[in-house]
């Protein structure tokens, strides 16, 4: 057969094998858009509008569920609103745990290791391992706590070195944030200006702006081949945060004394020892740290750049954030967890940053291991299923004003903290965000300590910043923008 014989009789065999995969999908699927052979509907998402808002569109058309196809065979399942998500998350939270292992990209990464993206008995352990290590280095405790007012101190002597010129201060606080989890992993903090930091903080900004649902690499698995392919570049990232861990790891086994543990690396060496922690093994131990390094840094460091640009929109906010920190703590010490009850603006200020920044809109992809049944629909076996918080967060059946930023709707009339049971920008169920604690303690000593010594300003004779999200990757980044930070 020649060549050209193969080039015409290709694409028809594509059609005929796609057309027979369909008719043996099962009955009673979600509605959605109708798929083209082959391409299905990746075609939709090739434009530059935010993945998450492409996704609304169809809840307006279909409903809380809607099938899409991408590429030649993939059901992607869109689930939208708290009910329908609640329901798949905690009603049916067995059923809907698992991550899927056929994207080509989480399949040439992670290879069902590590917290993210793992699966079965392993995974539930390695979580259980982790949350325990997490919290034996620190997590709720006043270690930990003294080490993030630490790298605040050093924060605010970065910023106030600006001399209150207009400045892109993110790199500062992406790096400020994975020092605190360099000093639980591998107990140590890093310099600034380290060239193997940078580097770090570098591939985790590739990772998170370039991996995306709508990566046409994850169903056609042959274009990450390519020279330009946009998967490469994480390839390449991930290897070289495999590489640095990798080494890291090296050093401690070195210095290993199981008689004292000093990180969460010793805590791995020592659970090597023994023969009923089969899932703790070096594969496992450099993915989950990858994992740590990854969604640690750029989830809070992301909140962190969201709260700061809120701040400068919304002036009498920041006010009476620092009005209240002024009144309950002072300029003679710093601020600490245990004024958290006295801060409840701050708090709510940081609540209202979740909310309306949405950093994460579309939860990591989950999926399920057999045929499903779900709010009267089938879930074929192996779909790739994304829950769609922002439909959450932003919803205006349950939010007043969505869109606005407004601390106060976490607030009573008196001031107290006032629960929301829908603010769930860490998901819920099994797979909710375990560093989701971290996370609130790094948002609220960080902010509190930098709103106490400065006041963040809109540079002199320039517009006001959008507040409108970039969603390329997996989280939603504000546009770059210049702050001046002017001392208190």
């Known amino acids: 057969m020649t060549a050209l014989e193969v080039f015409l009789i290709a694409p028809v065999v594509c059609i005929i094998l796609y057309t027979f995969v369909l008719r043996r999908s099962p009955r009673n699927l979600p509605p959605g858009p109708t798929p083209l052979p082959v391409v299905g509907n990746l075609l939709d998402f090739s434009g530059s509008t935010p993945l998450y808002k492409d996704f609304l569109k169809y809840k307006d058309k279909y409903g809380d569920i809607v099938r899409l196809v991408l590429g030649p065979l993939q059901n992607v399942i869109l689930v939208f609103g708290h ?33 993210t993206f793992g699966n079965g008995d392993a995974h539930q352990k390695l979580r259980k391992f982790t949350l325990v290590a997490l919290k034996d280095f620190g997590v709720g405790k006043k270690s930990l706590e003294e080490r993030i007012q630490d790298e605040a101190r050093i924060v605010a002597e970065e910023l106030e070195s600006y001399g209150g010129q207009p400045r892109d201060i993110r790199k500062t606080l992406q ?33 998170f702006t370039v991996v995306s649902a709508r990566l046409p690499e994850n169903f056609f698995p042959f274009l990450a081949y390519l020279p330009n392919s946009k998967a490469r570049t994480v390839f390449n990232a991930f290897d070289d945060m495999s590489r640095y ?43 989950v740290i990858v994992d740590l390094f990854d969604v640690g840094t750029d989830t809070t460091s992301t909140t962190l750049a969201w709260a700061i640009l809120y701040l400068m929109t919304n002036p009498d906010v920041q006010e ?17 967890l245990s004024d958290k009850e006295q801060l409840q ?106 709103l106490q010594r400065f006041t963040f300003k809109i540079p002199p004779g320039c517009p006001t910043p959008s507040v409108e999200r970039v969603h390329t990757g997996i989280t939603c980044q504000p546009h770059p923008y210049h702050v001046c930070v002017v001392p208190n």
């Not at 329908?84 to 290791?113: C, M, V, W």
């Not at 004394?257 to 594969?283: C, G, M, S, T």
Request: glycine share 6%; net charge negative.
């Open 245 to 287: 861990a990798r080494k890291r790891i090296k050093e401690h086994r070195a210095t290993f004394n199981p008689d004292n543990i000093r990180d969460f690396v010793d805590l791995y060496l020592k659970a090597e020892e023994h023969e009923d922690e089969e899932e703790v093994d070096e594969e496992n131990m450099f993915r």
């Open 320 to 336: 009476k954030c620092q009005k209240e920190i002024k009144e309950n703590v002072g300029s003679g010490r710093a601020v600490s």
């Open 83 to 115: 009910k329908a998500i609640h329901k798949a998350l905690i009603e049916q939270g067995n059923d809907f745990k698992y991550r899927p292992t056929s994207l080509f990209i989480i399949k040439k990464l992670f290879h069902g290791k590590g917290i």
């Open 345 to 450: 603006y701050l708090d709510a200020t940081i609540k209202e940053t979740l909310r309306l920044a949405c950093i994460a809109p579309l939860v990591p992809p989950h999926t399920v291991l057999e045929d499903t049944q779900f709010e009267g629909y089938t879930i074929p076996k192996e779909s790739t299923i994304l829950f769609h918080l922002n439909s959450v967060l932003t919803d205006p059946n349950i939010w007043e004003t969505p869109e606005e930023f407004h601390p106060e709707r976490f607030l009573t009339e008196e001031g107290k903290k006032k629960e929301k049971e829908f603010l769930i920008p860490f998901s819920i169920g099994p797979r909710s965000c375990l560093g989701k604690h971290l996370a609130m303690m790094e948002l609220f000593l960080f902010l509190g300590n930098m």
């Open 175 to 207: 790096r400020a944030v994975a020092n605190i989890i360099a000093g639980i992993i591998y107990g140590t903090r890093l310099d600034y200006g380290d060239p193997e930091f940078i580097r770090l903080i570098q591939n985790i900004d590739t990772i």
